[in-house]
């Protein structure tokens, strides 16, 4: 019987690559894994506003327009949300390095100390679980594992069931049944708090 946590899987979508050059979260979606079972019914999704124009490149690929985001609510109201959604579980987010830097860099908007939970990184796990393969992207992984690909790639949430279905499929195919067995396979460099 796996004794993992909770976990809740992420993604962001992002008006570009780098938060320290001031990209924003523009939406942000979470789902909670609980006894190995995906709980699609309560997910987490929220636009927000980064409070600037979203550039061309990044409306390309998330489809998310100003208008979209204009009315949400910024990110130091998403934020505290996002976590209590998350509180006691650890976090999952394919290239969770990405999504862990724009976390860090936005939590510094926000009122007071916010303390962000240990996240993992379902491209590591691949990488572990895969080493002769090249690709390791979420849609080489998918493709792996013949996982149905969303018709709405780069949208928060169709990323986060899609890496949620991948997670668990690696779980089962990798016999990853504790905690300690999935950080050893998905740690990344420090990507806590």
Request: glycine share 6%; net charge negative; with cysteine.
């Amino acid at each position: 019987m796996p004794t993992l946590p909770p976990l809740t899987v992420f993604d962001t979508e992002t008006t570009g690559l780098d938060p320290l050059r001031g990209h924003k979260i523009i939406e942000i979606a979470g789902i909670r894994i609980e006894n190995g079972q995906i709980l699609d019914d309560r997910p987490f999704v929220q636009m927000v506003n980064p409070e600037r124009e979203i550039p061309w490149e990044a409306k390309q690929v998330n489809k998310i327009t100003d208008e979209e985001v204009r009315k949400a609510p910024t990110i130091d109201q998403v934020l505290p949300k996002f976590l209590e959604f998350a509180k006691g579980s650890i976090l999952i987010a394919h290239n969770a390095e990405f999504d862990m830097g724009f976390l860090k860099q936005e939590k510094e908007y926000c009122w007071g100390y916010v303390d962000l939970p240990e996240c993992l990184c379902t491209m590591n796990l691949s990488r572990k679980l895969f080493p002769g393969e090249f690709r390791h992207s979420l849609d080489a992984v998918a493709r792996r594992l013949n996982l149905t690909m969303p018709t709405d790639r780069h949208r928060a949430l169709p990323d986060v069931l899609l890496t949620a279905n991948a997670l668990l499929n690696m779980l089962s195919r990798g016999n990853i049944q504790t905690l300690e067995q999935l950080r050893t396979l998905a740690a990344s460099r420090q990507l806590v708090g």
